[in-house]
């Protein structure tokens, strides 16, 4: 018999009311935010909303729609690390035989599982609306921007990583979700503003943040090829609407890269403190 | 600390009982010195501890999980069968309650819950710091005949408290410390035993006083209302003093072995 982590943080978390309430919430507010978003009603010539559910654009709306509410998730890995401490549930798990490490792979695997939840939450829905919103031709798209659920998985498992941190370094749940706040609205867009615009890129909330952009409605139109060549000079970047973006795989590659400079630090901090 | 043996550790509040389990727990680290489980394993090493069930100060359990999840999840790391989980909670007295989230449990039903997981995978060795805290007499003696039914079984318990009497009952060592240091270690009769206290008496008192203070096998003596309390010299026997007596011409009337309480020794050796 082996000991069995992912059993015990399941029996930690399915049996945890705020946990259970704060992911309803999420999975409530991404319904509502999308069928709101199917609902509005936008005037622009050659664009409608309807066209941002088509594939292959509906992958970068709903990961975009998704992204909104990350924090959600953030807020639950924040609250069931910092509950170990609070209950010194840590260093009794430690007592029993529990290696530090495996306290790290547990939160590890709750980063994980939600990561998977919002991962097939974001497929099933988009799915379904592609295919409801869309007339045959456009299931052909169903693979073309698919990759763009693995970034958003990505996303998320980086800001959640980023929680865990947070939660590991300060050990109060409210002090730490004040904190990723602080960071993500005012410490690093601060931070940011005092290097050169092209620095500002590889900051890592703005790395994280960035990978799910705001889809590019402009080039996003249900009329010929021919048009979609010319309105896809029509990007924000191009408008001057949003600062200069890195190509995707670069913010890929870096947010996974500070996704794990996230879990080391983590990692060295609980191997070195006190439980 | 050898297999089998019930080894108490005993201190005033503030002497490091609990931060000794600790040490040897891996939750602190010492600054000196070692502490080595089952001839091989490092405090650091934590493979061991699935054979120790340890209950260090007050028990930690999630508050929101009834007494059976809490369990699983300790099952879990211990690598026992569930089944194990009502077996403790019998033994315990918790089985009624096996569904009572842990949080509605009273003070000394969180102890017992303790010593529930502490019994779970009938491990070879418990540790158990302050074991009957806020327990209610039916309580305390129901932890004492845990530890008394382990005993038996041939367990090691390693127990950490301050009611002596009750230290006194289960224990076959003790260790007494105090501000961290090692006052004194070993068997329990051994160390009740030390500095045997005689109370003795004659027709004429004053007389033997006098003969007292001229002999040599004499460590202390005090003349108190129920006779004269002396201790003997290491190596010296109360037939010895007896055939003394007798030489000089005294006659005792009164010979008692006055058996010293691991409390009153406690309190010279932490004085």
Redesign the interface.
Known sequence: ????LV??EL??IL???SFKVLLGLHLTLYFISVLMLSQVEVQVPGFKIGNLFLFPHAWHTFVWVAGWFNLILVILVIMVTC?EFA???F?????????RDHLLAGKGLVILILAVYAFLMVMLTGTFFGIVSGSGPSLSGFFENFHMLFVYFLQTVAYMSLGFLIAILMRGTALSITMFFLLRLLIEPVIRGFFEPAARQFFPVKTISDLTPFPEVFSITSESEVMKEGADALTFEAMGLVSHQLPLYINVLLAAAYTALFILIARFYLQKA?? | MSKGQVYGILGPNGSGKTTTLAIAMGIIKSQRGKCVWFCQNTPADNSWKKNVGTLIEVPYFYPYLDLVDNLKIVAEIKQVPFGDIFRVLQVAGLYERRHSTYRTLSLGMQQRMAIASVMLGDPDVLVLDEPTNGLDPQGIADVREIILSEREKGKTIILASHILAEVERVCTHVAVLKNGRLLADGPVAQLLGRDETLVIGAKDNEKLMKALSMSEMINTSDFREDGIWISLKEGFTPEQLNRYLMEQGIALSKLEKKKKTLESQFLELVK
């Open positions: 018999m082996q000991t069995n059993r015990i029996i930690k049996k945890y009311k509950n209950f010194k549930t260093r009794q798990q430690f007592i029993n035989g529990l290696k006190g439980l």
